[in-house]
């Protein structure tokens, strides 16, 4: 069974950082590419960014640009998200998804809160 | 980037009905490749998005078949044929062909 499980969030002060992780399981993680994708409360879905099975090719929305990383780490299992320079505007459940064209399977989220 | 809009932001329907939600785009979605990466998902209430279909007509794996998907170039729609009550929630499509990927604002189906 696939699964993937973020964890990481948490209520951080505007300007920290905070690193999120999605632990994969149930299939050969270094054969996909991965998504990083967030939703605002009570707002819809934006994409944050994805990374290529081999970490060749990363894309950034650009309202994130310069201030988080993609990063995944195969012998793990596990994909990353570094946040930096935190903004009120990135408060958000923070899902990663498989596959950057299809988007076959969703963790269940995490919760990032920027507030002072 | 590609606008993704997606029509009608609600829909209430009695169950077995069927209900259409329709999203265009603001410029084609055939990627070199290819292949239309058009997506459809469902978030059921309180849940993480679950998808539907994928390059606009594939079921996903475990997807009731009273769900399907049509459409090419900038024109796509989704159909669920008789609606049950586990089909509440919040429709979303998602164009993967162009980077950044973009999503429609989503259409919210309730059960009359």
């Given at each position: 069974?696939v699964?993937?499980?973020?964890?990481?969030?948490?209520?951080?002060?505007?300007?920290?950082?905070l690193?999120?992780?999605?632990?994969?399981?149930?299939?050969?993680?270094?054969n996909?590419?991965?998504?990083?994708?967030?939703?605002?409360?009570?707002?819809?879905l934006?994409?944050?960014?994805?990374i290529?099975?081999?970490?060749?090719?990363?894309?950034?929305?650009?309202t994130?640009?310069?201030?988080?990383?993609?990063?995944?780490?195969?012998?793990?299992?596990?994909?990353?998200?570094?946040?930096?320079?935190?903004r009120?505007e990135d408060?958000?459940?923070?899902?990663?998804?498989?596959?950057?064209?299809t988007?076959?399977?969703?963790g269940?989220?995490?919760?990032?809160?920027?507030?002072? | 980037?590609?606008?993704?809009?997606?029509?009608p932001?609600?829909?209430?329907v009695?169950?077995?009905?069927?209900v259409s939600?329709?999203?265009?785009?603001?410029?084609?979605?055939?990627?070199?490749?290819?292949?239309?990466y058009?997506?459809w998902l469902?978030?059921?209430?309180?849940?993480?998005?679950?998808?539907?279909?994928?390059q606009?007509?594939?079921?996903?794996?475990?997807?009731?078949d009273?769900?399907?998907?049509?459409?090419?170039?900038?024109d796509?729609?989704?159909?669920?044929?008789?609606?049950?009550?586990e089909?509440?929630?919040?429709?979303?499509?998602?164009?993967?062909?162009?980077v950044?990927?973009?999503?429609?604002?989503?259409?919210?189906?309730?059960i009359?």
């Amino acid at each position: 069974e696939v699964q993937l499980v973020e964890s990481g969030g948490g209520l951080v002060q505007p300007g920290r950082s905070l690193k999120l992780s999605c632990l994969a399981s149930g299939f050969t993680f270094s054969n996909y590419g991965m998504n990083w994708i967030r939703q605002a409360p009570g707002k819809g879905l934006e994409w944050v960014a994805s990374i290529s099975s081999s970490s060749s090719y990363i894309y950034y929305a650009d309202t994130v640009k310069g201030r988080f990383t993609i990063s995944r780490d195969n012998a793990k299992n596990t994909l990353y998200l570094q946040m930096t320079s935190l903004r009120s505007e990135d408060t958000a459940l923070y899902y990663c998804a498989r596959h950057r064209h299809t988007m076959g399977y969703w963790g269940q989220g995490v919760m990032v809160t920027v507030s002072s | 980037d590609v606008v993704m809009t997606q029509t009608p932001p609600s829909l209430s329907v009695a169950i077995g009905q069927s209900v259409s939600i329709s999203c265009k785009s603001s410029q084609s979605l055939v990627h070199s490749d290819g292949k239309t990466y058009l997506n459809w998902l469902l978030q059921n209430p309180g849940q993480s998005p679950k998808r539907l279909i994928y390059q606009v007509s594939n079921l996903g794996s475990g997807v009731p078949d009273r769900f399907s998907g049509t459409g090419s170039e900038k024109d796509f729609t989704l159909k669920i044929s008789r609606v049950e009550a586990e089909d509440l929630g919040v429709y979303h499509c998602v164009q993967a062909t162009h980077v950044p990927l973009t999503f429609g604002s989503g259409t919210k189906l309730e059960i009359k």
